[in-house]
């Protein structure tokens, strides 16, 4: 079943949308399913991480800065969007 809602974006945004031939509806679907999917993801890393933690104790000073050095390197100096524990 499928229901109707509303989406807000911006005239011009929608404007470039339709000039390209998109289709808004396809496109908010798969945007719903990839960000559900993201968070389902995160959420059996944060269990898991926390069941190793249970497990093993916390992480030393030294191995989280070992970790974010190595996070810095491989995907570029944290922005705020990593999380940090």
């Given amino acids: 079943m499928m229901v109707r809602v509303n989406v807000s974006i911006p005239n011009e945004l929608l404007r470039q949308a339709k000039e ?5 509806s396809r ?3 798969h945007a ?3 960000e559900l999917d993201r968070r389902a993801k995160i959420a059996a890393l944060d269990n898991y ?4 933690e249970e497990e093993l104790g916390p992480v030393s ?3 989280r800065a ?3 050095a190595w ?3 491989i995907f570029g100096p944290a922005d705020g969007s990593r999380r940090s524990a």
């Fill in 49 to 52: 991480l926390s069941e190793l």
């Fill in 27 to 29: 496109l908010t679907r």
């Fill in 20 to 24: 390209a031939g998109l289709n808004i």
């Fill in 61 to 63: 000073a030294e191995d």
């Fill in 71 to 73: 996070a810095d390197e």
């Fill in 32 to 34: 719903i399913v990839e």
């Fill in 66 to 68: 070992a970790a974010e």
